[in-house]
């Protein structure tokens, strides 16, 4: 990713801190010169750097790019197509796969990748390690608050692969709602796309219940997929890799 910085240089040998050195060329306060490199608007000898706690030599070139802005930047939200096989249940686990290897090259989202980007990330969207689809990554609390609302719920659409033969009600007992652990569940209008394949769109369950959901109608799931979070579809972003989720864009 541009911008990794290398380990920091012990300190007695002339080096300082990238934020002091460009705070004292630009006569300018230590916190503002941080949010300039942390913003992606500082180069180490034609590097950018967006460490403030980068140490430069005194030999080194430190500028600050023309048109550069302080302004704080917006927080961010990334949307990750997560392969089956792998735990998301935390930022952490995924942040191995969010790299610029892996950011989709078609994103429409007008953004420019930041380091800042993939810290204090909430996962908003966990999805169960066996299945794969949309998972939504996002430092803002008010899309985190949106998307975790208990009371007004997204819908989630989700394809199952499924065995097996349904009992004879079929799908009615999912659109009156199931029993599960003595908890009645909100309706689910499930329709067959095929034979072996379940969509259903869920407001209200779980993802993670599908499997109990199909069991108990006669079906074992076999493979589980997340389309689409309320407006916000999976579509063509590829399996493993992720993107911004554009200022236009609402769930």
Sequence with gaps: MAGTDAAAPAADDGSERLAKRLARELGCSRSLAEQ??????????????????QRVQPGQRVALAAGASAQPEPPVTLLWHKPAGVAAASADDALPFLSAERHWADDPAPRRMLQRHFRQLIAAT?????????????????????????????EHECVAEVQGTPGTAGLVPLAEGLVLDGRRLAPVKASWQ??????????GVDVALVPALCAALGLAVTGLRRLRIGRVPLARLPEGQWRYLPPWDKF
Excluded: C, M, N, W
Aim: hydrophobic fraction near 40%.
């Design 126 to 154: 966990p999805l169960p390690a066996g299945a794969s689809g949309l998972v939504v990554f996002t430092q803002d609390p008010r899309i985190a608050r949106r998307l975790q609302d208990a009371a007004a719920p997204l």
């Design 194 to 203: 095929s034979e072996q394949r379940l969509r259903l769109p869920l407001k």
């Design 36 to 53: 300039y490199i942390e913003g992606g608007h500082v180069q180490v000898d034609g590097r950018t750097v967006e460490s403030p706690a």
